[in-house]
Structures are given as C-alpha cells and as structure tokens.
C-alpha cells in the first residue's frame, strides 16, 4: 500500500536528518551558533520529503491541507489563536497567587512587543512545520484508519522524536534550563511527551477543519508567546515547581492542554454524530 510505505520512508528520514546535521555540523565547526547548516538540514529534509513523497512517490497534492476552510469553522481559528495565550496567562495567575513565580522582570508591554515582532518569522517557520506534521503526517495517517489515540501516540511520538537531535545538541543548555533543570537526556524524554499530549489539540482542529492554517496561527502564538516569556527572562519560576507550572513543559499545564485536546475530542465526534444523523433521511429518500 502506498500510504504506508511513504510514511514509512517519511519517518525513517525524519529520525535521521537531525543527525545528519549533527554529523555535518562536527566537519564544519566553525559557524553562528543556533544557526548552523546542520541545524538547517534537520529544519527543512522533513518538508523535503513530503514534496518528493507527493511529486514522484504516489502521494498527490488532494489531501495537503491548504484549503482555509473558513466556512463554518470560524469558531475553531478563534479557538486556535486562543488556546496558548489563556492557557499560558492561566498558569501565570494561578502561579502568581500562589507564589511559584517571582514576577520582577514581568514587562507587558516589552513582552507584548516581544510577541507582536514574532509572529510573522513564526507564521512562516510554522507554515512549513504543520506542512509535515499535520498536512503530510496526519492526513496520511489518517486514511490508515488508526484508532485516535494510536493516531495521537504516532503522530505525537514521531514529531517529539524528530525533536531529540534538537534537545540534546541544538539547543543550548541556557535555554534548557530556563525550561526546566534537568539534564538534556532527560529533557528529551519530558520534551516528548509534552508533544505527544500537545499533539491531541493539534490533531482535533486538524480532523475539524481539513485545514493546516487554525494550526498554523495556533503554533505562531505558541512560538511567540511562550517562548519570549520563559527564554527572555520575563518570569522566574520557584525552585522546585518547575515541573509543575513551567509554561511549555509543566504537568499543570501538558495536562490543561491535553483536556482542551479530549475536550475538543468530544466535539468533533458530536459534530460526527450530528451529521450522520442528518444524512440517514436524505439516505432515506433515496431508497
């Protein structure tokens, strides 16, 4: 079957290409750090092959995503654009009344600056990023007709694999920490599975809108958003509650994502039910 082994080939060369910048990067040492030709190669051989999977593999261009779909999915590019920003502000409260983050370096309007001169570099990295992960991947994926949650699990662990040439030598050990103090080994594992429940919200709207662009811009402000905050110092995390309320990577706030995920579950298979329930009296007529 051609799905099947074009997402095999896809992710045998995604769980490869991030070492092949490593490697590339140790022959070629000298160059700007965080911006290197082998961290390039791991960016852009995922998108690559879905080109080369769609043009000359048996793939197509149908099933990609790029339609808006704008009508009668209003409400889930609202929600797309909504979803890090409440959630993120949430933990931030909860912390600040309970004490977990010192707010000292907490600036709205630098933070707000920081966001707003983000989003377009991150419009387009995440343009190209749910491209792969959910354009190609998860539409692929999809026609195998995986249970959902062995779709989550794929899709999520496949796109946190791809991730550990990133945690463990790309990125750097400042930014780990801000993050969270574990060792890089670790953070890796902690990084993935944070993907893999990130990855039921993501595949939700996908399912919802036959649309890559809610996750485009749901992406953009997590990128823009949570990033600058932790990354820039805007906040301090208590020692010790790291791995609750971190804003990428706490248990608070995974398990907040992954209940707007099932929560987002229940209304696609309303709205699946709803439907099917419409069509039985045209069915119906026909008979």
Request: with cysteine; charged share 15%; glycine share 8%.
């Amino acid at each position: 079957m051609i799905t099947k082994r074009n997402v095999i080939i896809f992710t045998i060369i995604v769980l490869v290409c991030g070492w092949l910048g490593v490697l590339i990067d140790l022959i070629i040492p000298e160059q700007p750090k965080g911006d290197t030709l082998g961290m390039g190669i791991w960016l852009i051989l995922p998108l690559i092959t879905t080109i080369f999977l769609r043009a000359f593999a048996g793939d197509g261009w149908r099933d990609i995503g790029l339609s808006p779909n704008i009508k009668g999915n209003i409400k889930w590019y609202i929600i797309a654009l909504l979803i890090y920003p409440v959630i993120t502000f949430f933990i931030l409260f909860i912390s600040y009344l309970f004490g977990w983050m010192d707010f000292a370096n907490f600036n709205v309007k630098a933070l707000t600056s920081a966001f707003v001169g983000g989003l377009l570099i991150q419009f387009i990295k995440n343009f190209f990023e749910e491209s792969v992960w959910r354009g190609y991947l998860t539409s692929k994926l999809t026609k195998l007709k995986l249970n959902d949650f062995w779709l989550y699990l794929t899709v999520g662990g496949i796109w946190g694999a791809w991730h550990i040439p990133y945690f463990l030598v790309f990125l750097s050990e400042s930014d780990i920490i801000n993050v969270l103090p574990v060792n890089r080994v670790l953070f890796a594992f902690v990084g993935i599975v944070t993907m893999i429940f990130w990855t039921v919200m993501y595949t939700e709207i996908y399912l919802m809108t036959k649309s890559i662009w809610p996750l485009v811009l749901m992406h953009m402000t997590e990128d823009a958003l949570v990033n600058p905050l932790i990354l820039d110092g805007y906040i301090k995390i208590a020692q010790g509650k790291e791995f609750l309320v971190s804003p990428s990577a706490g248990i608070l706030t995974t398990l907040l994502y992954f209940g707007v995920g099932l929560f987002l579950r229940t209304r696609r298979k309303k709205q699946e039910g709803e439907s099917t329930l419409t069509s039985v009296p045209s069915l119906l007529m026909k008979t």
